[in-house]
């Protein structure tokens, strides 16, 4: 009997050791996704101040590539339940650099510095609109934290979220990172294209910090098993990107921006005429 002790003493203490090294890697797992989100942010900012075309489109990638680290490192902590407080906190301030300082230094650089050197008040209206940008990105993060998504469950977010801000002006210079007609395959040239830039900026600032809902796509049953048709549409959706990432990647940054627009408004009638029709 006490051969048999002395030999699985060791051996439950060799699991324990080895349960709590895989508990600690699996807490590790999240931090991890949201440090990359944060390199990813880091580097566009760097891309932007180099100032090619090829490192504004290198920029534009890395903030959708944040973009899905983003998205993976709460659905990861959420598998694995390791979300914490420090979590939390620690996504909050890396989202800051890479859907807040990168995409607005994306939009300096690319839409108002060459045209700031013959156009000096562009250059001034430029740095106001990008700062309001970074600052309804923190705003937006910090209202999260405090208050959550929409009332009713996890169906909606208030406002728009950051990410997908960032990803319509990620996802416009990508688009047109080659010959276009925006200019010759790189920064904006033509200060009136630079102040409807600028009026883009602004209006995704204003729809970050405004009570409008957007969908969240967190109901949606990932984890059950899918209809066959579903992968399939999956590849297609991947092939279009890999094959037609600037139309795809546009078209999806904008149409997430105007449905949740649209909606809202639909709502809006709809209650207008309700409240309406019940009245005397």
């Not at 050791?17 to 996704?33: D, I, K, S, Y």
């Not at 590539?65 to 407080?85: K, Q, W």
């Amino acid at each position: 009997m006490a051969i048999l002790d002395q030999q699985e003493i060791p051996y439950e203490g060799r699991r324990r050791r080895t349960q709590a090294r895989l508990r600690r890697g699996v807490f590790l797992l999240p931090a991890a996704m949201t440090s990359a989100n944060l390199l990813c942010g880091y580097y566009a900012v760097i891309a932007s101040l180099m100032g090619t075309p090829d490192d504004f489109n290198h920029a534009a990638k890395a903030i959708g590539i944040a973009i899905v680290f983003d998205s993976l490192d709460g659905r990861i902590a959420r598998m694995t339940n390791t979300n914490t407080e420090f979590g939390v906190q620690f996504d909050s301030l890396a989202d800051v650099v890479s859907f807040g300082v990168a995409p607005a230094v994306l939009a300096y650089a690319w839409g108002v510095r060459n045209v700031a050197i013959v156009v000096p008040w562009v250059g001034r209206l430029g740095w106001l609109c990008c700062l309001a940008f970074l600052i309804c990105c923190a705003w937006r993060l910090a209202r999260f934290n405090v208050k959550g998504m929409a009332p009713g469950g996890s169906k909606y977010f208030v406002g728009m979220p950051t990410p997908a801000a960032a990803g319509v002006i990620a996802s416009i210079v990508h688009a047109f990172h080659k010959d276009g007609p925006l200019g010759a395959g790189g920064p904006l040239l033509d200060w009136h294209w630079s102040v409807s830039w600028l009026l883009l900026a602004v209006a995704l600032a204003g729809l970050m910090i405004s009570t409008i809902r957007f969908y969240s796509f967190k109901d949606l049953p990932w984890g059950k098993k899918q209809p066959g048709f579903l992968i399939l549409l999956v590849l297609i959706f991947l092939a279009l990107v890999l094959n037609f990432s600037e139309i795809t990647l546009l078209l999806i940054a904008s149409t997430y921006a105007v449905a949740g627009v649209t909606l809202h408004v639909i709502r809006f009638l709809r209650q207008r005429t309700g409240s309406r029709t019940a009245s005397p």
